[in-house]
């Protein structure tokens, strides 16, 4: 479970990994930081309107230190496009 390609960064390893293996489906993901495409570590991942409460569930109850669960809808050539959940961490979860 732990091999992707491209690999992930090591401050989110965990979390996408838990995530996973309670049947999220990740999509992106980034331990966040100076040169990283978020600012803090994030999971993004496709779903209906309970999928956010079930992967939240999962990652707490593994100890993951979440800061937020969101629902987010990106905007892509002007036009609003989602929406996809957002899990972001208060910490690298590598």
Known sequence: MGDFDPP????IVRAVIVLREAG????ESCQGGK?????????RFHGGKSE??????????HGLPVAALRRV???IDLEPTGPFWELTFIDPVG
């Not at 999220?24 to 999509?27: A, D, G, K, Q, R």
């Not at 040169?35 to 999971?43: A, D, I, K, M, W």
Request: hydrophobic share 50%; proline share 3%.
């Open 52 to 61: 956010g409460l079930r992967a939240l569930a999962a990652a707490q109850v």
């Open 8 to 11: 992930l960064d090591a401050g």
């Open 35 to 43: 040169g990283h495409s978020f600012l803090e570590p994030t999971v």
């Open 24 to 27: 999220v489906e990740t999509y």
């Open 73 to 75: 809808w990106s905007v």
